[in-house]
């Protein structure tokens, strides 16, 4: 496994709140020395159909320069382009955290995809995240 040095961070973004606990997650992962790409600092968010392909285009992008990914799953389901970027790095053989913090994970199995609850480590905290990472630092050195 090469070093891990960036780490794209995957959520919902519809909401100011999501949005914060984005950035809040984007800090301890910045805390811990990694470079991170968060899509709506990064690329900004959709306000039109124009924006459709630079920001898609950009994450995509990103998808491939980063190292893991973290998907924050909190929500009734994981939401679509959370799933979409998780599904596709999987594709690209990187590794996924998938982060829900907002309800017991075995209270919410029926609404995670299987293939997700399969394939995804899942953690229910920031500090289990953080664990979880520097098990793959350790792998990756």
């Known amino acids: 496994m090469k070093r891990i040095k960036k780490v794209y961070i995957a959520g919902p973004l519809c909401e100011e709140k999501e949005r914060k606990f984005l950035e809040k997650l984007d800090k301890e992962v910045r805390k811990m020395g990694f470079e991170t790409f968060l899509p709506h600092r ?19 992008d990103e998808l491939y320069k980063c190292d893991i990914l973290i998907g924050v799953m ?37 609404d995670i995809s299987v293939v997700i609850a399969g394939a995804v480590k899942i953690v229910d905290s920031i500090d289990k995240l953080k664990v979880e990472l520097g098990k793959l630092i350790q792998r990756s050195s």
């Not at 690329?43 to 995509?60: A, E, P």
């Not at 599904?87 to 919410?108: M, N, W, Y």
């Open 74 to 110: 909190n929500g009734i389901v994981v939401g679509a382009g959370t799933s979409w970027e998780m599904g596709f790095f999987q594709a690209l053989k990187k590794p996924v955290i998938g982060l829900k913090t907002d309800r017991k994970i075995d209270e919410s199995i029926a």
């Open 42 to 60: 990064d690329c900004g968010l959709f306000k039109d159909l124009k924006d459709i392909t630079s920001i898609s285009k950009r994450d995509v």
